[in-house]
């Protein structure tokens, strides 16, 4: 899988035109370029909805996760395993894995990549404190640009491109 770049219009219109098959409409926002939770927080201004981070996760025997939780959160990952089915404990994918399976460049990550793995290798973990929100935040294959949607949109999406997913408490 060839990564996503800054300003690949043509991976986003077919992102765009996936969302808008499964009876997801959303718009794309712009958004200044960052790598970090918190420079993205400083740049975002006012945007409404719940931001999320995003981590691809690998345990011990390969088996990939996607963590999605809101931006704030602090995840255990000496004890996450145990919570998510995982076999031992989980560390991070690496940069190499993040772009071969899910089309993306680590500071895009985004459950939206999900389109991009067929072979549905990633397991989605979703944060049950942000499944109640009105509106989610992603990037859309790119981090120069934001998109919202509602946790019902975000697991129809899931769904749609045959993962599967779990929502976890990941507080003790």
């Known amino acids: 899988m060839t990564p996503v770049t800054t300003g690949d219009g043509l991976r986003q219109q ?3 035109a996936f969302l808008e098959s499964v009876g997801i ?3 794309i926002v712009p958004y200044p370029a960052h790598n970090t939770v918190e420079e993205g927080r400083a740049l975002r201004g006012e945007m409404p909805g719940t931001f999320t981070k995003n981590l ?3 345990d011990k025997k390969g088996r990939l996760f996607l963590i999605v939780a809101q931006e704030d959160r602090s995840i255990d990952l000496r004890t996450l395993h145990n919570k998510i ?3 031992g404990r989980l560390g991070f994918a690496p940069m190499e ?3 071969e399976v899910l089309g993306v460049d680590p500071g895009a990550l985004t459950p939206l990549a999900l389109l991009h793995d067929g072979d549905h290798a990633t397991t989605v973990v979703l ?3 942000i499944m109640s929100d009105a509106q989610l935040n992603f ?3 790119v981090n120069t640009e934001s ?3 509602s946790p019902a949109q975000l697991k129809r999406f899931i769904a749609a491109t045959g993962h599967q997913h779990i929502v976890v408490e990941f507080t003790a």
Request: glycine letters at 8%; a positive charge; zero cysteines.
């Open 14 to 16: 077919e992102l765009m």
């Open 25 to 27: 409409k959303a718009n």
């Open 56 to 58: 691809l996760l690998k």
């Open 85 to 87: 089915g995982a076999r």
């Open 97 to 99: 894995t993040v772009r």
């Open 127 to 129: 944060d049950a404190k």
């Open 139 to 141: 990037h859309p294959l």
């Open 147 to 149: 998109i919202g949607l």
